[in-house]
């Protein structure tokens, strides 16, 4: 590309967006990629600081204009339940279609973004997003970008996004609240609506709730009972902790076809135990944790479980990068 002066500029086509930015009053563009400067644009560009102007050469052969970058950089990022929004200022980005799970390939997108000056910038792996919400962007730095740039990126992707969205399926949730103190009425369960509140932001609504006294047959029972009536997710909560009265998570082992973890490098709530049925339905043991703040590993876990995005002791071990949540 070549820069000529604005006063000479009449009949050349813009080569990219002009912003104007007025603080605290203003930001847009006036001056698209591809305009054809006319006489009256002249003091226009001026006002805006633009004493030259850009446009093609011949010899720019083997580079891909801005634009051109960040389309083939959606095309290879963007997944499931999302779509590009308009071109501006060189940049597309990714838009939610539907509530859900955001996830992420990181490592590719790690690799992607070593390549050279493109970008590809994104939420948080793992974050919960609603429909209509942007999602990631992609640009490059520079106007022109050489194509073997791309074409780098591409043998990564591997024609296989990077990005996409799991809606929220498991809808239905079966409660069972341990503890004989609750059970005989002496105080009032805590748990329950709490849960209820935080799974409702993911569409998730209670249908079967069962109270049982500290006993591991009586746990076990229950848990079978809220499966029964079609509870998507199972919650268990109290007795979770390590005092040799609490025998939730010994019976959640007994009951489920397999245990990920009891215990979570996510603090607070880090007595959480992970366990999923044969037929694939998730079991949550909730520590007392939850009553009192916010966020909390219940927090981390449930948008996963309601996504249906299975988790594995790898995911549970990397947790602990981020998981301080105060």
């Known amino acids: 590309m070549k820069s000529i002066r604005t006063q000479d500029a009449v009949g050349h086509a813009l080569l990219h967006d002009l912003v104007r930015i007025v603080i605290g009053e203003v930001k847009d563009t006036p001056f ?10 002249i003091p226009k560009l001026l006002d805006l600081g633009k004493e030259h102007v850009f446009v093609m050469e011949p010899e720019d052969e083997g580079f891909l204009h801005e634009e051109d970058v960040a389309r083939a950089l959606y095309d290879m990022a963007g997944g499931n339940y999302m779509h590009a929004g308009p071109m501006s200022q060189g940049k597309i980005e990714a838009i939610a279609d539907t509530d859900g799970l955001f996830k992420v390939d990181v490592e590719r997108l790690h690799a992607i973004n070593s390549v050279g ?3 590809i910038v994104t939420k948080f792996n793992n974050t919960p ?6 999602l990631a962007g992609m640009r490059c730095i520079p106007l022109l970008l050489d194509e073997k740039q791309v074409e780098a990126a591409r043998d990564i992707a591997k024609d296989e996004p990077i990005l996409h969205v799991k809606p929220f399926e498991r809808k239905t949730m079966g409660i069972v609240t341990t503890g004989s103190e609750v059970f005989e009425g002496r105080i009032k369960d805590a748990f329950t609506p709490i849960i209820e509140k935080r799974c409702a932001e993911y569409g998730a609504r209670k249908i079967a709730h069962e109270i049982v006294p500290d006993n591991t047959d009586d746990i076990v029972a229950a848990i079978d009972k809220v499966k029964a009536a079609g509870a998507d997710i199972i919650f268990c909560t109290g007795g979770m902790s390590v005092d040799p009265d609490d025998l939730t998570p010994g019976a959640i082992k007994r009951y489920a076809d397999r245990v990920v973890t009891y215990g979570l490098p996510v603090l607070p709530g880090s007595m959480v135990c992970i366990a999923y049925c044969a037929d694939g339905i998730p079991i949550l043991g909730v520590p007392g944790g939850v009553l009192f703040s916010k966020p909390t590993a219940f927090d981390e876990i449930v948008p996963r479980l309601v996504a249906d995005d299975e988790i594995t002791k790898e995911d549970c071990i990397r947790m602990g990068h981020g998981g301080f949540l105060g």
């Not at 698209?32 to 644009?41: A, L, P, Q, S, Y």
């Not at 997003?129 to 942007?134: I, N, R």
Request: hydrophobic share 25%; glycine share 10%; net charge negative.
């Open 117 to 119: 000056e493109l970008t």
């Open 129 to 134: 997003v609603k429909a209509g919400e942007k």
């Open 32 to 41: 698209r990629r591809g305009h054809v400067i006319t006489e009256e644009d």
